[in-house]
T-cell receptor, first 116, second 115 residues
Framework: AQSVAQPEDQVNVAEGNPLTVKCTYS??????LFWYVQYPNRGLQFLLK??????LVKGSYGFEAEFNKSQTSFHLKKPSALVSDSALYFC??????????????FGKGTHLIIQP | NAGVMQNPRHLVRRRGQEARLRCSPM?????VYWYRQLPEEGLKFMVY????????ESGMPKERFSAEFPKEGPSILRIQQVVRGDSAAYFC?????????????FGPGTRLLVL
C-alpha cells in the first residue's frame, strides 16, 4: 500500500521569507510525486511533479520541490513567500511503472499561512 | 481552453434521494478520475474511467455508488439512497493519457450536502 504524510497541519511564514512544506511518502517501488494547491471552495491546481531525472523539480508560481529517495521525502519550497501563496497544499504519490495504482494517494494537506 | 467542468457546484439532497454528479473532462482528455474529499481530509481516490470502460474502481464503496463515462457526454458519478456520511466534496480530474506519470487536472468540485 502507498501512503503520504504531511506532518504539519499548518505552516506560518512571514512574507518574503523562504517557505518549506514537508511531505514524506511510502511506496513499494519507484514513486511518482505531485504537489497541488487548493484555494477555498476551489479545485486543486497542479504545481509540479517528479517522475524521473533531476531531483530538484521546478514548478508554477516559483515553487520547487526536491526528491530525496533515501529520506523518502518530497518537500515543497519557495525562496520568498507571498501573501497570495496562502492556501492548502497537498502532496500526492502514485506507484510508477506497470502494476501501480491508477489513482493518486494524497496527504491530508498543509495549511500555509503567509503573514504580511 | 476550458478546464475540467463539474456540475452542479453545490447539491443538496435529503436522505434516501439520489445524487448525480457530472464531469466534463478537458478537451482532448479521455481519462477521468473521481475523488472524494471529506472535511479536514485529503482526497481519496474512488474510480478511474476511460471512455465506456471502468478501469479501476478500487476506491468505490461497494454499495450505492456507481460511475460511468459514456461514449458521448460527461462522466457521471451516481449515489443512490444518499446518507449523511456521503456529504463531502467530490472532485473529478482528467488526463490525456494513461495515468502513469501524467498530470491529473482537477475540476472545481461538487459539494454534496445530505440533510
Amino acid at each position: 500500500a502507498q501512503s503520504v504524510a504531511q506532518p504539519e497541519d499548518q505552516v506560518n511564514v512571514a512574507e518574503g521569507n523562504p517557505l518549506t512544506v514537508k511531505c514524506t511518502y511510502s511506496v513499494s517501488g519507484n514513486p511518482y510525486l505531485f504537489w497541488y494547491v487548493q484555494y477555498p471552495n476551489r479545485g486543486l491546481q497542479f504545481l509540479l511533479k517528479y517522475i524521473t531525472g533531476d531531483n530538484l523539480v521546478k514548478g508554477s508560481y516559483g515553487f520547487e520541490a526536491e526528491f530525496n529517495k533515501s529520506q523518502t521525502s518530497f518537500h515543497l519550497k519557495k525562496p520568498s513567500a507571498l501573501v497570495s501563496d496562502s492556501a492548502l497544499y497537498f502532496c500526492a504519490v502514485t506507484l510508477g511503472g506497470r502494476g501501480g495504482a491508477d489513482g493518486l494517494t494524497f496527504g491530508k494537506g498543509t495549511h500555509l499561512i503567509i503573514q504580511p | 481552453n476550458a478546464g475540467v467542468m463539474q456540475n452542479p457546484r453545490h447539491l443538496v439532497r435529503r436522505r434516501g434521494q439520489e445524487a448525480r454528479l457530472r464531469c466534463s473532462p478537458m478537451k482532448g482528455h479521455s481519462h477521468v478520475y473521481w475523488y472524494r474529499q471529506l472535511p479536514e481530509e485529503g482526497l481519496k481516490f474512488m474510480v478511474y474511467l476511460q471512455k465506456e470502460n471502468i478501469i479501476d474502481e478500487s476506491g468505490m464503496p461497494k454499495e450505492r455508488f456507481s460511475a460511468e463515462f459514456p461514449k458521448e457526454g460527461p462522466s457521471i458519478l451516481r449515489i443512490q439512497q444518499v446518507v449523511r456520511g456521503d456529504s463531502a466534496a467530490y472532485f473529478c480530474a482528467s488526463s490525456p493519457r494513461s495515468p502513469k506519470g501524467e498530470t491529473q487536472y482537477f475540476g472545481p468540485g461538487t459539494r454534496l450536502l445530505v440533510l
